[in-house]
């Protein structure tokens, strides 16, 4: 069965980093886009970022974009999603998804998305 299993969050001050981890097994890794979704409390799951097959495009939502960083090794299936200068807005959980290439839906919307794992907790303090 497919699984999806996120890692590496934690508490932290605003304006470090974190580096969140995501392995994926039970699918073809490399007809999956990625994408990595975050839910603070009394909050809907909102885009984050995401990226292709290859890893050359990329995607981010504006709160994040030029602070974080998605990549993807597909010889080890992990997708990583690199968070500096945090702010204390970052704080919710965060989620990592996967879609097939051939999806028509839109990869900022979390419809997009047949697979999600557990999430991962970052806390920032300000």
């Known amino acids: 069965q497919v699984q999806l299993v996120e890692s590496g969050g934690g508490l932290v001050q605003a304006g470090d980093s974190l580096r969140l981890s995501c392995a994926a097994s039970?699918?073809?890794?490399?007809?999956?886009?990625m994408g990595w979704f975050r839910q603070a409390p009394g909050k809907e799951r909102e885009f984050v970022a995401v990226?292709?097959?290859?890893?050359?495009?990329?995607d981010y939502a504006d709160s994040v974009k030029g602070r974080f960083t998605i990549s993807r090794d597909n010889a080890k299936n992990m997708v990583y999603l690199q968070m500096n200068s945090l702010k204390f807005d970052d704080t919710a959980v965060y989620y990592c998804?996967?879609?097939?290439?051939?999806?028509?839906?839109?990869?900022?919307?979390?419809?997009?998305?047949?697979?999600w794992g557990q999430g991962t907790q970052v806390t920032v303090s300000s």
């Open positions: 990226i292709g097959l290859g890893g050359a495009t990329t």
């Open positions: 998804g996967a879609r097939h290439y051939s999806s028509s839906v839109s990869a900022r919307s979390t419809y997009g998305y047949d697979h």
């Open positions: 039970g699918l073809t890794f490399s007809t999956q886009a």
